[in-house]
C-alpha cells in the first residue's frame, strides 16, 4: 500500500445533471474537474455527501470515479466516498472504486442505523481489512445521528493501520484537539467544515475537504497554504473574506446552495434528485449579492 500524504484543500465534488435530473451530466463534469484542476486544488473527492451518492446508481457512482480518476491522470489524489450504513455494501463500494482507480476511500459513519461505539469500530475495522488502500473516515453526527468518539478512533488506529486520516464535520473543536492531542502524528486531520477550517488547523488538522472549493478552488487553497506556511496574518484576511460564501453555500441542504452558484456562473445546471429540491428563488438571490461582495472585494 503506498502511502499517501494528505494535506491541502480537497473539493467534495458536486456530481453536476442534465436540467431533468435524469442523467448525469458528463460534460459538465469533466469541465468541472478540469477548473478544479486549473484552480490548483490538492485533491478530488468525488461521491461524497456533496456529489449526492445517495441517489446515484451503482454504476453512476463507479462511472463518476472512473472519469475522474481518468481526468486527473495522477495530478491529484482521488479519495472515493464509499461509505453507506451497511458494512457489506460499504466493502462492495470500497472495492468498486479501488477497481475504478481511486486512491482512497472515505467511509461515513454507518447513519439511520444508530450503531454502538462498538458497532462503529467493528464497522470501520471490518472496511479496513477488506481494502488494500488508505481508508478517511467521515465523522459527521449531524447527518448520521452517530459520533465517533476519541477513544473508539483510538481504537481503530490501532487495530488499522490503512486508516489514515478523519474528515471532522463534527462541528466540536474539543474532538479535534483531544484526538491530536492523544494520537500525535498517528492520523491526520482534515476539516470537514469550511468556515471551521482555520480554527481546526490552529489545534493541527492539516487542510479541509471543502464544498466552497467547487465554486472558489484556487481562493480555498490559498488559506490553506497560508495557515502551512505560517501566514497566519493572510490566512485570516482571506479566510475572513471567504467566511459570508461559506454561510450561503449552507442557506439550503447541501448541495442545493453550491450547485445555485455554479449554475449562476453558466458551469451546470442547479439540479439536483429528489428528496432534495432546486436553490429556492431566495436562496438564489442572496448567494448572487454574496458572491458578488466577496468577488468585488
Not at 456533496?50 to 491522470?73: D, F, M, N, W, Y
Not at 490553506?224 to 450561503?248: C, F, M, Q, S, T
Request: proline share 6%.
Amino acid at each position: 500500500m503506498a502511502a499517501l500524504a494528505l494535506t491541502g484543500a480537497y473539493t467534495a465534488l458536486v456530481t453536476p445533471f442534465l436540467t431533468d435530473g435524469s442523467e448525469v451530466d458528463w460534460a459538465a463534469f469533466e469541465r468541472h474537474v478540469a477548473a478544479q484542476l486549473q484552480g490548483g486544488i490538492s485533491g478530488l473527492v468525488p461521491c461524497g455527501t456533496t456529489g449526492e451518492t445517495p441517489t446515484l446508481s451503482h454504476a453512476e457512482q463507479h462511472e463518476v470515479i472512473q472519469r475522474c480518476v481518468r481526468l486527473v491522470k495522477g495530478r491529484v489524489p482521488v479519495i472515493a466516498g464509499t461509505g453507506t450504513n451497511d458494512t457489506k455494501a460499504t466493502i462492495g463500494a470500497s472495492r468498486a472504486a479501488l477497481e475504478a482507480g481511486a486512491d482512497a476511500v472515505m467511509i461515513v459513519m454507518p447513519y439511520y442505523n444508530k450503531p454502538s461505539q462498538e458497532g462503529l469500530v467493528r464497522h470501520v475495522e471490518l472496511v479496513a481489512k477488506a481494502v488494500s488502500c488508505p481508508v478517511i473516515l467521515y465523522n459527521i453526527p449531524g447527518r448520521t445521528a452517530v459520533e465517533l468518539s476519541v477513544e473508539s478512533t483510538l481504537r481503530i488506529l490501532d487495530s488499522s493501520p490503512n486508516v489514515i486520516a478523519i474528515k471532522d464535520a463534527t462541528g466540536n473543536i474539543a474532538y479535534c484537539q483531544e484526538l491530536l492531542r492523544r494520537a500525535e502524528e498517528r492520523v491526520t486531520v482534515l476539516s470537514g467544515d469550511d468556515p471551521l477550517t482555520l480554527a481546526l488547523m490552529s489545534l493541527g488538522a492539516r487542510g479541509v475537504i471543502s464544498v466552497t472549493s467547487n465554486l472558489y478552488p484556487r481562493q480555498v487553497g490559498a488559506v490553506v497554504a497560508d495557515i502551512l506556511d505560517g501566514r497566519w496574518n493572510e490566512a485570516l484576511r482571506k479566510h475572513r473574506a471567504l467566511l459570508p460564501v461559506h454561510r450561503g453555500l449552507f442557506l439550503e441542504p447541501n448541495p442545493q446552495p453550491v450547485k445555485a452558484a455554479l449554475a449562476l456562473r453558466g458551469l451546470m445546471s442547479p439540479a439536483v434528485r429528489p428528496p432534495l429540491v432546486e436553490a429556492s428563488s431566495d436562496c438564489v438571490e442572496k448567494l448572487r449579492a454574496v458572491i458578488q461582495a466577496y468577488e468585488a472585494s
